[in-house]
DNA sequence: TGGGATT
């Protein structure tokens, strides 16, 4: 897995004190900047929490020497890591063994040992899409192998169907040039025995979202907004208690666990509060609540929306979908020179009995001079 | 009258 250089540093006895590592930093005397025991990494961090909720999760482990949750430089943004520097080694081996795969929202965090920094490893991180369904996580790893060394990959799998591939995925190399040979040798390739080519590019950051991402999401948080329980979101993160002896996930009376874990997509409706979505409403609405913004889910229900208008956005969808209950997620496919709705988009909703609901009212609706057709998705693989 | 996807 991960190489930490400094580790096997460490364990030579007789090196002489200020050693420059290669690709690490300098020992000092006390050896206080060999960090590779204490430093973590932490990924997958919901993206509306703060510096400050961070830190308090992570020092309920032990004394922090230092802690980042790394930010967007312009936007001010998460992107969702960070790095937690502990004084105890001790405590980063057990922050590890409490706070990794722990549920937060609707990310499940990775606690890991950091990386020693360096200009090389950075924007090493593949995005791949239009893989074969069939292709597993060892597979592609083993695709991608060939190009340089592996850090971490994923395949993004459907959390309905309990684990069928959503046929995208990511590959982070150990160093950049090595993902850049991987896009070269791989981009719009098909795999052996694959009916389509992939596509190998490298990934984007939460930050690097288009507008219309961006604006997506404001339309999730708004709809969050009315159709979850508002006493938790009004008092969300108000007040940022120490945790004491140790995290427990299970404990829902520790208010900063409770308020991460109980903001979740799978909130009730009511159709009559749902409201008609203006960009303008919204975005007065957002600043004035000081929303932060969370990403969207492949989990729950996709929704197959036919015959939408060339001019149709992701606003209508949210105006159509929205009152019969949770979306989660919308998505109008546009042609890529002109930005026109290329006639459909997608729909995902958390609970099954109001997208069925949304699905038995909505097809066969008229929209202006459209007759829609709605459907859940099907696979065009398993079909006849 | 049909397929995106960003941990």
New binding site residues.
């Given amino acids: 897995m991960v190489t930490i250089i400094s580790t096997m540093e460490t364990q030579v006895s007789n090196g002489p004190s200020g050693t420059s590592l290669p690709n690490g930093p300098v020992i000092s005397t006390n050896g206080s900047t060999d960090d590779s025991k204490t430093n973590l990494i932490v990924n997958?961090l919901p993206q509306n929490m703060t510096q400050e909720e961070f830190k308090s999760l992570f020092g309920s482990i032990g004394e922090i020497e230092s802690c980042k949750l790394v930010r967007d430089k312009i936007t001010g943004q998460s992107l969702?890591y960070g790095f937690v520097n502990y004084v105890d080694p001790n405590d980063a081996d057990k922050a590890i063994n409490t706070l990794n795969g722990l549920k937060l929202q609707t990310?499940?965090i990775k606690v890991s040992y950091a990386r020693p920094s360096s200009a090389s490893i950075r924007d090493a991180?593949l995005?791949v899409?239009?893989l074969p369904k069939t292709m597993n996580q060892k597979d592609m790893e083993q695709l991608f192998s060939q190009y340089g060394r592996i850090i971490?990959s994923?395949i993004?799998v459907d959390q309905v169907t309990a684990g069928i591939s959503?046929?995208?995925g990511?590959i982070?190399f150990d160093k950049r040039n090595e993902a850049e040979e991987a896009i070269k040798g791989l981009n719009g390739q098909k795999p052996l025995g694959a009916a389509e080519p992939i596509t190998v590019?490298f990934?984007?950051n939460?930050s690097q979202k288009t507008g219309q991402?961006l604006l997506t999401q404001l339309y999730q948080t708004a709809a969050r907004r009315y159709t979850g329980p508002l006493h938790h979101q009004t008092q969300r993160f108000s007040m940022i208690p120490s945790l004491g002896k140790g995290p427990d996930p299970n404990n829902s009376s520790k208010p900063i666990l409770d308020n991460l874990l109980n903001a979740s997509y799978g909130v009730k409706s009511s159709p009559t509060l749902f409201p008609r979505f203006s960009p303008i409403t919204i975005d007065s609405m957002t600043s004035l609540a000081g929303v932060n913004l969370t990403?969207?889910?492949?989990a729950g229900w996709?929704i197959?929306v036919?015959?939408l208008s060339p001019e149709a956005d992701e606003s209508v969808l949210w105006q159509l979908f929205g009152p019969f209950g949770a979306v989660t997620?919308v998505?109008v496919?546009r042609d890529f020179t002109t930005n026109k709705c290329?006639?459909?988009g997608?729909v995902?909703m958390t609970n099954y009995d109001e997208a069925a609901m949304a699905i038995a009212s909505l097809n066969g609706y008229r929209l202006g001079d459209r007759v829609l057709?709605v459907?859940f998705?099907?696979?065009?693989q398993h079909k006849a």
């Fill in positions: 997958y969702g990310k499940t991180n995005y899409s239009g971490t994923r993004l959503r046929g995208v990511f982070r590019k990934a984007n939460p991402a990403g969207p889910t492949g996709c197959f036919y015959n997620n998505k496919i290329k006639g459909f997608f995902t057709q459907s998705k099907t696979s065009k």
